[in-house]
């Protein structure tokens, strides 16, 4: 029963490179978010995916950032040329298939420095 | 007492006592609310939910309220524990998807 799982934990960066975020969902779950937190601040919603489909990006910045949430694999959030304001914390969350609401169940997170 | 900081909201409580964090959400169309626990450099954990065609639930040592006149939501903890000690956030959705956080209350536990 291994719970979201995200890597790495903590991923550090210079300027200009590239991040790539990755999370597995809980086993049978289809649905994945994303999410961001600066340091004392509220999750602030990204990207909402299901199986080889965006269903919601609307928090997503347009440029730099993309996500995906293919067949097979985990969730890949990928920040293209990092700048220092994207340091943050990025959590991903899962939810089962189902009609209507569900919890999300949180990944532990994954720390991005850059310097 | 309670003091709003730089970001976050402070809530302080002593051992034992009830503690009730408070929360204001935006849509009123939302139909589902969630209390997650954040501790520090870890990701948030489910506490307790509600749909919107109730107006309380009770968990263990927990209890939701919701009141959908004036869009409020409340956490109440019982006999609060130095383990409580962490950050509260409610999130509202409409269907399941728009999930929107609050801005979080820290809840400090004094000895």
């Known amino acids: 029963n291994a719970g979201v799982m995200q890597n790495p934990r903590h991923l550090v960066r210079r300027r200009g490179q590239e991040a790539r975020l990755r999370c597995s969902p809980m086993?049978?779950?289809?649905?994945v978010y994303w999410y961001r937190q600066l340091p004392e601040e509220g999750l602030k919603f990204m990207v909402y995916l299901q199986k080889e489909n965006i269903i919601d990006e609307s928090g997503m910045p347009k440029e730099r950032f993309s996500a995906e949430f293919p067949k097979e694999g985990p969730s890949i959030l990928r920040i293209q040329q990092v700048v220092r304001g994207d340091s943050a914390a990025y959590f991903c969350?899962?939810?089962?298939?189902?009609?209507?609401?569900?919890?999300?169940?949180f990944g532990p997170g994954t720390r991005l420095t850059v310097l | 007492g309670e003091s709003v900081g730089l970001h976050l909201p402070t809530l302080s409580v002593q051992e034992g006592d009830n503690s009730i964090i408070n929360c204001a959400y935006s849509?009123?169309?939302?139909?589902?609310f969630i209390w997650y626990k954040q501790e520090s450099g870890k990701g948030p954990q489910f506490i307790i939910d509600?749909?919107?065609?109730?107006d309380k639930r009770q968990g263990q040592r927990v209890t939701v309220l919701l009141n959908k006149t004036v869009k409020h939501l409340s956490l109440q903890i019982a006999a609060t524990q130095p383990g409580d000690s962490a950050v509260y956030f409610c999130?509202?959705?409409?269907?399941?998807?728009?999930?929107?956080f609050g801005p979080g209350t820290r809840l400090s536990v004094l000895p």
């Open positions: 086993k049978g779950h289809s649905h």
């Open positions: 509600i749909r919107s065609n109730m």
């Open positions: 969350a899962s939810s089962p298939p189902s009609l209507g609401t569900d919890t999300q169940y």
């Open positions: 849509n009123s169309a939302s139909d589902y």
């Open positions: 999130a509202e959705t409409t269907y399941g998807q728009n999930f929107v």
